[in-house]
Nanobody, 115 residues
Framework: QVHLVESGGGLVQAGGSLRLSCAAS????????MAWYRQAPGKQRELVAQ???????NYADPVKGRFTISGDTAKYTVYLQMNSLKPVDTAVYYC?????????WGQGTQVTVSS
């Protein structure tokens, strides 16, 4: 089994910044990509940002220019630097690690942005 543990969430005022971290432990597997998703109350889980094993990144339109994903998929670590946070960014943020046959999720970390 693989365990993903997120950290770095919290309460921040609009315009502030937070940095989320995710680290994996357990058995090894070939990671194709790692990503951050989020789920706001009453809404579906959505992709925020993704980084592939080749270092390619992909962002959801609402966070482009404000969030930056980084990490080392070979070391099962991924980060999300979130700047210029808005109240609409309030959600539980989940870390995901995907392989060819595997798909693992963390427990999530709450991010709350006050206006």
């Amino acid at each position: 089994q693989v365990h993903l543990v997120e950290s770095g969430g919290g309460l921040v005022q609009a315009g502030g910044s937070l940095r989320l971290s995710c680290a994996a432990s357990g058995r090894t597997f070939r990671v194709i990509s790692m990503a951050w998703y989020r789920q706001a109350p009453g809404k579906q889980r959505e992709l925020v940002a993704q980084i592939t094993s080749e270092g390619m990144t992909n962002y959801a339109d609402p966070v482009k220019g404000r969030f930056t994903i980084s990490g080392d998929t070979a070391k099962y670590t991924v980060y999300l630097q979130m700047n210029s946070l808005k109240p609409v960014d309030t959600a539980v943020y989940y870390c995901n690690a995907a392989g060819i046959f595997d798909d693992f999720w963390g427990q999530g970390t709450q991010v709350t942005v006050s206006s």
